[in-house]
């Protein structure tokens, strides 16, 4: 699967980059349709402790899947994101199987 990651505004180290591939592939466990993803991060202006946005999008076979996650580090923002993408691709998955079996 391919993954691109963007950081808005600043450099992501490898550390964090290989996190965040870690993560993502965790999605392919429950559906193998997911083709690619694009992460964003993204810091916000404002002074709050959960300032680091992490923006997941997943590629599926006729639509795309959009998260948007806010947490004090990223590595926190983009697990909360792929626990919400591993929720909706499951719904997805099974609704997709119950309309084939009609």
Avoid at 33 to 42: D, E, G, H, Q
Avoid at 79 to 90: E, P, T
Wanted: hydrophobic share 40%.
């Amino acid at each position: 699967m391919n993954v691109a990651v963007h950081s808005v505004h600043f450099k992501a180290s490898e550390r964090l980059l290989s996190y965040i591939q870690s993560k993502v592939e965790t999605v392919t466990k429950v559906s193998n349709r997911v083709s690619a993803a694009t992460v964003f991060l993204r810091l916000d202006n404002n002074h709050m402790h959960e300032n680091k946005i992490a923006e997941v999008c997943i590629h599926l076979p006729g639509k795309e899947v959009v998260v948007k996650k806010e947490a004090k580090t990223f590595e926190k923002s983009v697990s909360l994101a792929m626990l919400a993408l591993r929720r909706i691709v499951k719904r997805s998955k099974g609704k997709n199987l119950s309309a084939k079996k009609r």
